[in-house]
């Protein structure tokens, strides 16, 4: 995605609709369907496609939450997201070199 695409979507995300209701349906989904065995334990959220990082203070009630992204300049909205928060961001490649 272009840097200017994201840039938009990071002044976006949290107020245009299609961004708010996203992360509520996230949301709703992971409170409506437990884990096997009914309860919850603090645990690990892997959000895949992170972009520029909205989603990771909604995941943030279900355990500690990683965001991966291929892209440099997402990870970087992305990290203003999620500073002073538990989240971590960052891309491992297939060839072991870690993007942050």
């Known amino acids: ?18 961004f708010v209701a996203r992360r509520a349906v996230v949301r709703d989904l992971l409170l409506r369907y437990p884990p096997v065995g009914g309860h919850r334990p603090e645990g690990r959220v892997l959000d895949v496609g992170c972009g520029t990082g909205a989603t990771l203070k909604t995941l943030e009630e279900f355990g500690e939450v990683i965001g991966m992204d291929r892209s440099p ?8 997201v999620s500073a002073g928060s538990g989240a971590t961001t960052g891309w491992r490649s297939p060839w072991g070199r870690r993007c942050r």
Do not use: T, V
């Not at 300049?73 to 203003?80: D, S, T």
């Open 1 to 18: 995605m272009r840097a200017s695409e994201l840039a938009k979507m990071f002044r976006l995300e949290d107020s245009y609709w299609w």
């Open 73 to 80: 300049e997402a990870l970087g909205f992305c990290r203003q």
